[in-house]
């Protein structure tokens, strides 16, 4: 997969989970000007891997494709059930000129972060060899918690949520790990 292909497939799957969980965020935040629609990418994420890395905690779910697409379709579920479907639709249909603004800004914001990655990919310096090796760890062992890539037979201990995020979308894109944690600092 060509690295644009990459980047444009990211960025429509950050899209699509901001919009499977914008009804919630419409319903639950009345008093934004935008009703959560600029929120609603950064929260879609959050829900879907939240729910993947709880089913996979409890031994329910893989992080795979399909562990995605369930939590997917679960958030989708809990959005249309207790969000506002239709009058977030119906919100969006008067307000088209600041979806496309948001939308825009987004766009924009990414390319050039994805572009200032792409000048320097490669994943030495600080952190980034720790942080890279979580990534395949959670690509690797698909089961929650991850394995510690150092210490042999014992779990990742501390923060790696994020990297079940980055993980997620690097399964369901389908491009290599690398790409993937560089799309996911961008």
């Known amino acids: 997969m060509s690295d644009i292909l990459a980047f444009l497939t990211w960025w429509l799957l950050v899209c699509l989970a901001g919009w499977l969980v914008w009804p919630l965020l419409f319903h639950m935040l009345p ?10 990418k950064a929260c879609g994420l959050l829900l879907i891997g939240y729910v993947l890395w709880i089913l996979s905690a409890l031994g329910y779910l893989r992080i795979s494709g ?8 679960v958030v989708t579920c ?9 009058g977030a639709l119906n919100w969006l249909g008067k ?34 060899p720790m942080e890279f090796a979580f990534l395949n760890s959670i690509l690797r062992g ?9 210490l042999s037979g014992y779990a990742i201990s501390y923060y790696y949520f994020g990297y079940v995020i980055i993980g997620m979308l690097t399964r369901v894109s389908g491009v290599l790990p690398g790409v993937g944690f560089n799309l996911g600092v961008a």
């Open 31 to 40: 008093r934004l000007p935008e009703r959560g629609y600029a929120l609603s």
């Open 142 to 150: 698909a089961e929650i918690p991850p394995r510690d890539p150092w």
């Open 95 to 128: 307000h088209v000129r600041l979806m496309f603004v948001v939308e825009g800004v987004f766009f924009v914001c990414f390319a050039i972060f994805a572009y200032v990655r792409a000048l320097n990919p490669d994943i030495v310096g600080t952190e980034k």
């Open 78 to 86: 809990l959005a249309l059930r207790f969000g506002n479907a239709g």
């Open 66 to 73: 399909g562990g995605v697409l369930f939590s997917a379709v």
